[in-house]
């Protein structure tokens, strides 16, 4: 708003004057601002803020939700079975207290079990993998699992490995154990954000456990020396020559209020997650390049707002320096969510 060079005259020690002088001031200012207020076309421009807090929030949810526990007489050991298969096994005397004293009478079992994408997305369990010299790479996994103990709400530590026990008909021999590396991934933290790193000291073999029925069931056997996240995972291998890919996501989303995941073609249990956010191209990336090109993927965006996912899912083959563009979002139910990622390829 411009205004013209005025010049105010006003009589000395004229008391009515200079009241009339600050009234006219004020008036200007305040016209002044409504008029900075205001943009040509006379609207005022209110920008919405995308916070992370309710994704944050479903995914720690997500994860105690899906906890199970089991009461177990520590002098005795015994066997631990999971809704979804899954069977510990603990020998007797295999708990300790943080003085590194046998622990006597009952302790309390902590099991999470993920065998499904879906559940790993909402769980923000992804089957990221660092090599030995720190690249990070997709897993195929066999199994996601926390396990710890604790007696009274004391944290317990283990005297000896304990075993673990996962179904599955179609036995890999190349599946080896792994567990959380990094980032605040102590034995009894399940709210972390886990990269899975190979475990030196464990070994995986084909296995039989029981079966809901009693009959027997096959699928990996191994011990395990640690609590907190375990997997049981081989490490995805493709001939083909590999390319960095990055996703360009709807505006108002970054690294704060969104995930992005990758979903194999084919490989009902590799999940990859975009951790790498590039703050001067606002993209969403991997880190090493380790993509084939050619691969059959979808792409997953994910956040949740004002108490519901907002989501794509996009189907996509992995070009060179491949670039995905999120299109349109749709919102839906937790349930909805799963049913579409249960049922890609």
Request: charged share 20%; net charge negative.
């Amino acid at each position: 708003m411009k205004t013209s060079n005025r010049t105010i005259a006003v009589a000395k020690n004229s008391r009515n004057a200079k009241k009339a002088m600050m009234s006219f001031l004020l008036l200007g200012l305040a016209i002044l601002l409504l008029g900075s207020c205001k943009n040509d076309d006379n609207d005022i421009s209110i920008e919405r803020i995308i916070d992370g807090i309710e994704l944050q929030k479903a995914i720690k949810d997500n994860r105690e939700g899906a906890m199970q526990t089991f009461a177990m007489n520590a002098e005795s050991g015994g066997y631990m079975y999971g809704e979804e298969g899954t069977q510990l096994h603990f020998l007797p005397n295999s708990f300790l207290d943080q003085n590194g004293d046998p622990v006597s009478g009952s302790v309390t079992i902590e099991l999470i079990e993920i065998y499904d994408k879906a559940k790993m997305l909402l769980t923000k369990m992804p089957t990221n993998g660092k090599r030995p010299n720190g690249n990070v790479e997709t897993l195929k996994s066999a199994g996601e699992f926390f396990i710890n103990a604790n007696q009274n709400g004391n944290q317990l530590q283990l005297a000896n490995a304990f075993e673990i026990f996962s179904p599955n008909e179609d036995f890999d021999p190349e599946m080896r154990l792994f567990k959380a590396a990094d980032n605040g991934c102590d034995s009894d933290v399940i709210d972390c954000d886990v990269v899975w790193e190979e475990n030196e000291e464990g070994n995986i073999d084909l296995g039989q456990g029981e079966g809901p029925n009693g009959t027997g069931v096959m699928g990996y056997s191994g011990f395990i020396n640690n609590f907190g996240w375990t997997n049981i995972d081989r490490w995805y291998n493709d001939p083909r020559p590999k390319t960095i890919i990055y996703v360009d996501v709807p505006e108002g989303y970054d690294n704060t209020n969104c995930n992005v995941y990758v979903s194999y073609d084919g490989e009902p249990t590799a999940l990859a997650l975009l951790d790498t956010y590039i703050e001067e191209t606002e993209l969403f990336s991997e880190h090493y390049g380790q993509i084939p090109i050619g691969l059959e993927v979808h792409f997953i965006f994910v956040s949740v707002q004002d108490g519901t996912y907002t989501y794509a899912i996009q189907g996509a083959t992995i070009v060179e320096d491949h670039i995905e563009m999120i299109g349109s979002t749709t919102t839906g139910t937790e349930a909805e969510l799963i049913a579409l990622i249960n049922g890609l390829p």
